[in-house]
C-alpha cells in the first residue's frame, strides 16, 4: 500500500512566507504542448444529447453551436464538464487508467472547478463558436457579446493537458479549488508551489496494478498574476490573450525559468521539453495554511 504522508496544517517559517508572497508575484513556467502517456489517449465529447467520438486518425470540427447545457469530456487519462453558463471547468479527474505515466492509481478529482469571474453582462449569448476532437487533443472555444474562452486539453497521463484561454476587455479573475484531499504546498526541492496528494508514487514490483508515479501538479500561468493562495484555492488575474494552464508529473517540478510575458502563439517558443533538471520527489509536504 502506498505511504501516507503527513498533512498537518503548521506553521510556516518567514522564509516559505517569503516563498509564498515571491510565487505570487512570477510568472510560472508554461504547459507543454501534448502530455504523456504510455497507452495513448481519446477524448470523446456529449454536447446537446449528441456525443462525438471520431475514429482513430480523423477529426471532428464543429461550429457556431448554441449549447443547451454542460459539455462532458471524457478521455481515458483525464475528463471534466464545461458548463456554458460560467465558462468554468468542474470535476477535472484524472481517470487512473492503467498507464506507466499515470500519477494516480483510481480516478481523483484534482481540481473541483476552474471558474472565471464574469458579470451577467459578459455571459450574455454565449456560444460555441468552435470545436475541434481528433484522438487524444480538443480545442473548444466560448464566445458571448463580450468576449472569449478558449479550451485547450490533451488526454494524457500527465504534463501539461489543459488550459483556459479568456479574452475579454480588461482583465479576468480565474479561481482553481482543488478536489477532495489535495492541496498546495511549498516544494522543498525548487521553493515554488506545487500542488498533490501527499502520496507517495508506487512501484510495479511493489504493486502490479496498483503502480503509479507521485502526484505532482502545478498551476501554469502566461501574463497572469496570483493574488490569492491558501491549501486549496488559488486565484489569478490573467491578462487578455494570456492564459492559465496546469501541469502534471516531473514537467510541475523542473528548475525551469518562467514563462515570457507573451499573448500570442507563445506556446512552441516556451516550451522546455524535458530538458531541465527534474528534482527529487518532495518529503513529507505540507499544506499552505488557510
Same mark, same amino acid.
Given at each position: 500500500m502506498p505511504q501516507i504522508r503527513s498533512i498537518a496544517r503548521v506553521g510556516r517559517t518567514a522564509l516559505v512566507l517569503a516563498a509564498v508572497v515571491a510565487g505570487s508575484l512570477a510568472v510560472a513556467a508554461?504547459?507543454?504542448a501534448s502530455g504523456k502517456t504510455s497507452n495513448g489517449g481519446d477524448y470523446a465529447v456529449t454536447l446537446n444529447g449528441t456525443t462525438y467520438n471520431p475514429a482513430a486518425g480523423k477529426d471532428v470540427k464543429l461550429k457556431d453551436i448554441t449549447p443547451k447545457g454542460v459539455v462532458t469530456v471524457r478521455g481515458i487519462n483525464n475528463g471534466f464538464d464545461l458548463d456554458p453558463a460560467t465558462l468554468g471547468v468542474y470535476n477535472y479527474t484524472l481517470t487512473g487508467a492503467p498507464d506507466t505515466q499515470r500519477v494516480v492509481a483510481k480516478p481523483t478529482v484534482i481540481f473541483a472547478s476552474k471558474v472565471p469571474t464574469l458579470t451577467s453582462a459578459q455571459l450574455v449569448g454565449v456560444k460555441i463558436k468552435e470545436l475541434e476532437i481528433k484522438d487524444d487533443t480538443l480545442v473548444l472555444t466560448f464566445t458571448s457579446t463580450a468576449g472569449k474562452m478558449k479550451f485547450q486539453a490533451k488526454d494524457g497521463a500527465q504534463g501539461g493537458i489543459f488550459q483556459m484561454e479568456p479574452e475579454f476587455v480588461g482583465s479576468v479573475e480565474l479561481t482553481h479549488t482543488l478536489g477532495a484531499g489535495l492541496f498546495y504546498f511549498i516544494n522543498?526541492?525548487?521553493g515554488k508551489v506545487n500542488f498533490g496528494d501527499g502520496i507517495d508514487g508506487v512501484t510495479a514490483a511493489q504493486s502490479p496494478t496498483g503502480y503509479h508515479q507521485m502526484l505532482l501538479?502545478? @498551476?501554469s500561468p502566461q501574463v497572469a498574476t496570483k493574488t490569492f493562495q491558501s491549501g486549496s484555492v488559488t486565484k489569478w488575474i490573467v491578462t487578455s490573450g494570456g492564459r492559465l494552464g496546469g501541469v502534471l508529473g516531473e514537467d510541475a517540478t523542473e528548475l525551469s525559468q518562467g514563462a515570457t510575458n507573451c499573448t500570442s502563439q507563445c506556446q512552441a517558443q516556451n516550451q522546455i521539453h524535458g530538458s531541465i533538471p527534474v528534482p527529487p520527489?518532495?518529503? @513529507?509536504?505540507?499544506p499552505i495554511d488557510d
Open positions: 508554461p504547459a507543454h522543498s526541492f525548487t501538479g502545478k @498551476d520527489e518532495p518529503v @513529507d509536504p505540507t
